[in-house]
């Protein structure tokens, strides 16, 4: 063939070496079926001859056994030589001289660290799960791939044995340049979780990793922010304890999420993690359009989908409690794309099994202090903060007006300003108790984010409480609450016309409170 590479190979001999031997027998058959003379490794050897296939032994061609415990199998010249020798006309020379047996196929994977790792968090031995030979026939395969096949993944054997009886035995250069990309992609994962296994959490004076590792995950997005966009969603394999990774989500029901799943998803478990009552969230195009606590999860849902019954139409609604028999009653009537919670009893999934697009996600809400970051993109970067884990404290509740707020109504700021948070700015959020009434977010303005909210609340807003994620550049915003009603502000401070601000809410009778931080969310 080519040097380049450009032509098919034909198979002649293969060498198995693998952990996971889901698939291996009958990938050997396979294999052997075109006349393809097997070799093995020790417990791979082992298992295809209890399958009934003989395979040769390494150590036929290399003359060492296991040494050290099976540390030393494969890493020997006699069989790099055989996976790395040009097929050239100069290559083929040096192997008959060297009396050396080339490797048309490797077929290989790796010791389980990450399972192990997930298995004994706590291990002291976690060197002894790195596997070194098979990551090192990997490589090298997948170096020669001009001459060489390589095979890491049983999920890949299906395919590779349909192109062999499609093709007399042949493997395509393209088939081949495609495998040995995917092994590097293994390569580089393994070393990245060994790299993360192996130092110890807070061992670094880095807040962020030196280097980030993504790996697509393995479920398909079904499209991206609009259906004519292709989309994917990664792990990223960063350092342990660095907040990245994927919260664990299963869905229940209904078609594969997209790319806006996944967004509204995220900001929909953070809200409800905020609160420890019973609290649902209603979320459309990744900020809030509702949010409530409740004695019960059925009450929170009545109450967070009265909010915006316009704003709510496709909503995806998270609970941060299981789902009851009873709970699927306070939907009635609302259009939900999405319902997240942490499990869901028989009885619920019946009821909304009826909902023919109705998705359902089990998810735990993350936990509201367990450090976490949160990830964009801008100008072909990724862009990683810590996510805003600050936590309103009595201290922060700095009066800058005569009028003070009630205890009710001081709680339902605390509310407000948890809500806030997670709304795109600029955001205004009014609440009545544990409630929202209003909500305005993602507007140029914070006057326009005020009237919103205020047109929502409509006569609601009376009485209620207003937070705003950043502070009032002017009067106007709070001219707005005051006509409308509001009693009670919490908001950063902090601007010039902070005294025409205060003045304004002096005319009003509004009790106002400066927290000195902001919580802006793009």
């Not at 192990?116 to 791939?145: C, M, Q, S, Y």
């Not at 990683?384 to 001081?410: I, Q």
């Amino acid at each position: 063939m080519a040097p380049d590479g450009a032509a098919a190979v034909h198979l002649e001999r293969a060498l198995l070496s693998v952990d996971d031997k889901s698939g291996l027998a009958d990938f050997a058959r396979g294999l052997a079926a075109h006349g393809i003379e097997l070799w093995a490794t020790g417990g791979t050897g082992r298992a295809l001859r209890a399958a009934g296939l003989s395979p040769r032994a390494v150590e036929d061609v290399t003359g060492v056994s296991d040494w050290f415990g099976g540390r030393v199998k494969t890493l020997h010249p006699a069989v790099f030589g055989g996976i790395l020798a040009p097929r050239t006309p100069d290559g083929r020379r040096e192997l008959e001289e060297r009396r050396l047996l080339p490797f048309d196929l490797v077929v290989v994977n790796f010791y389980p660290f990450e399972r192990h790792l997930r298995e004994h968090p706590d291990a002291t031995d976690r060197e002894e799960f790195i596997d070194i030979g098979g990551v090192t026939l990997a490589r090298a395969a997948a170096k020669n791939h001009a001459y060489v096949a390589i095979v890491t993944d049983p999920g890949e054997y299906p395919a590779f044995l349909e192109e062999l009886r499609a093709n007399a035995g042949t493997v395509s250069a393209a088939t081949r340049r495609a495998l040995a990309l995917r092994a590097f992609d293994r390569c580089t994962a393994y070393d990245a979780a060994i790299s993360r296994g192996l130092r110890a959490p807070g061992s670094s004076s880095e807040a962020f990793p030196e280097e980030l590792v993504l790996r697509r995950e393995s479920t398909r997005l079904r499209y991206g922010e609009n259906p004519h966009q292709r989309a994917a969603a990664y792990d990223a394999l960063a350092p342990e304890g660095a907040g990245l990774t994927p919260d664990p989500i299963a869905l229940v029901k209904g078609e594969s999420l997209s790319f806006t799943n996944l967004l509204d998803l995220d900001t929909v478990l953070a809200i409800v993690a905020e609160f420890p009552t019973p609290t649902a969230a209603v979320v459309k195009h990744a900020s809030p359009c509702g949010v409530a606590s409740g004695a019960t999860v059925r009450e929170a849902l009545e109450r967070a989908v009265a909010t915006d019954p316009v704003a709510r139409y496709g909503c995806v609604i998270a609970v941060n409690r299981p789902l009851s028999a009873e709970d699927p009653a306070a939907l009635h009537g609302v259009f939900v794309d999405l319902l997240a919670a942490p499990g869901f009893a028989p009885a619920s999934l019946d009821a909304l099994g009826r909902r023919p697009k109705l998705k359902l996600v089990r998810a735990d809400p993350p936990s509201p202090t367990a450090p976490r970051w949160e990830a964009k993109s801008a100008l072909g970067r990724v862009l990683l903060e810590e996510a805003d884990r600050r936590e309103l404290v009595p201290t922060d509740f700095k009066p800058v007006t005569r009028a003070r707020a009630s205890p009710e109504a001081a709680c339902a700021l605390d509310f407000a300003w948890r809500v806030v948070r997670h709304a795109k700015s600029n955001a205004i959020v009014l609440a009545q108790g544990s409630r929202t009434v209003g909500i305005g977010s993602g507007q140029p303005t914070r006057v326009k984010a005020t009237e919103l909210a205020c047109e929502v609340a409509g006569d609601r807003a009376k009485g209620a409480v207003l937070a705003s994620d950043a502070f009032f550049p002017f009067a106007d915003g709070v001219e707005v609450a005051g006509r409308a009603g509001v009693s009670a502000i919490i908001q950063p401070g902090g601007s010039l016309r902070d005294p025409e601000v205060i003045a304004t809410a002096e005319k009003y009778g509004i009790a106002m409170y400066f927290t000195g931080w902001r919580v802006f969310r793009h």
